[in-house]
């Protein structure tokens, strides 16, 4: 997704009273980035690796009021929906949608002229949401915002 990252797009929906089911296809097989995806209103979680066996199970799951959770990420669906349900989203820095957004792309390589065209803001607005972000993560260069996106979840290495 160019401009907003999967768990902020369920949380947008989820904060504007849509409780559609979502379904997460994901290169990420990360146990936390799963249980992030859970805590934003997810009701399966699917790696893209192994999409064209799961995906309809997936679907057909989430249809029901089932939860999916690929085999790929490695824990026992019960361990991530467990994480998910007892670490409040407080445990993550407290970065505003913007920020989040500004983040994911200079983790993904952008410039801030890009950013700023792809958010459809100024160049001098986009540097402000990433100073300020690096001030919420306490971070003093872009290398050290690239590995928080990482970290978050926002983007992926591989």
Do not use: C
């Not at 997460?24 to 790696?47: C, I, M, N, Y």
């Not at 019960?78 to 820095?93: C, F, H, R, Y």
């Amino acid at each position: 997704m160019p401009v907003l990252n999967g768990i902020d797009a369920a949380r947008q929906l989820r904060t504007r009273g849509i409780h559609s089911k979502i379904v997460f296809l994901t290169v990420h097989a990360d146990p936390r980035v799963a249980a992030e995806a859970f805590r934003a209103g997810a009701s399966a979680f699917v790696s893209k690796e192994s999409a064209g066996e799961e995906l309809i199970q997936a679907i057909q799951d989430a249809a029901q009021g089932r939860v999916y959770l690929t085999p790929l990420v490695g824990s026992d669906v019960t361990d991530v929906l467990v994480e998910a349900q007892n670490s409040p989203p407080g445990l993550e820095p407290a970065l505003t949608t913007r920020q989040r957004e500004v983040l994911q792309l200079v983790g993904e390589g952008k410039t801030m002229k890009d950013v700023a065209s792809l958010l459809g803001i100024s160049v001098r607005t986009a540097e402000t949401h990433k100073y300020e972000a690096m001030q919420v993560l306490g971070v003093e260069t872009t290398a050290e915002l690239i590995h928080w996106a990482i970290r978050l979840g926002l983007v992926s290495i591989t």
